[in-house]
C-alpha cells in the first residue's frame, strides 16, 4: 500500500519549508523484457521510468525495490548502480510547484520477477517499449530521463556521474 505524497517525508518537509528547493533522495529504474524493451509507467502527467524519493528509515535500494513495486507491481531481484544524477542543472519545479535540486540513482534492474500491472494506484499504464519506440502521447518523455536511458550504454562497470 502506498502512502500519500502528503504523508511522505517529502510532503512532511514542505508542510514545513514551503516551495524552498530541497535536495531529495530518489532513484531511477530501468528494467528490461527478455527481448531488450524498456518499461515505462505513465501518472497523471506523462510517461516515464520508474521512480521516485526515499523515505525515512529506508536504504536507497529499499526506495528502489518499493517504488518499482508501487508503480508495477514487479519484485526487483538484483540491481546494478549505473549513474549518479546529481548536477544542479537537473534541478526544477515539480507539478506541486515546489523547486528541487536532483540527487538520483540509477540502478539497471538485472532480475526482476512478477506480473506487470497496467495500473496501480501511482500510475494509469505501464507497458515495456523499444528505446526506438518511446511511448508518447501530449507530453513527452522528461529530458533527464532520455538522458538516463544514454547512460544504460555508457555504463562499462564504473557508475556515471551526471
Known amino acids: 500500500m502506498t502512502i500519500s505524497w502528503h504523508d511522505s517525508y517529502e510532503g512532511q518537509l514542505r508542510k514545513i519549508v514551503g516551495h524552498r528547493k530541497l535536495i531529495c533522495p530518489s532513484i531511477r529504474a530501468i528494467i528490461r523484457n527478455e527481448t531488450g524493451q524498456v518499461l515505462f509507467v505513465k501518472d ?9 524519493s526515499q523515505e525515512l528509515d529506508e536504504s536507497i535500494e529499499d526506495t528502489l525495490r518499493r517504488e518499482v513495486r508501487e508503480e508495477t507491481g514487479l519484485e526487483v531481484l538484483s540491481q546494478t548502480l549505473i549513474a549518479v544524477f546529481s548536477n544542479p542543472c537537473y534541478s526544477g519545479v515539480t507539478a506541486y510547484g515546489d523547486e528541487y535540486q536532483t540527487l538520483s540513482f540509477v540502478f539497471r534492474v538485472d532480475q526482476w520477477c512478477g506480473v506487470l500491472l497496467r495500473k496501480t494506484e501511482e500510475t494509469i499504464d505501464a507497458g515495456f517499449f523499444d528505446l526506438d519506440n518511446l511511448p508518447h502521447d501530449d507530453v513527452t518523455l522528461p529530458e533527464h530521463h532520455r538522458e538516463t536511458l544514454a547512460c544504460l550504454d555508457q555504463y562499462a562497470g564504473t557508475v556515471l556521474f551526471r
Open 44 to 52: 497523471h502527467r506523462r510517461w516515464s521510468l520508474p521512480a521516485g
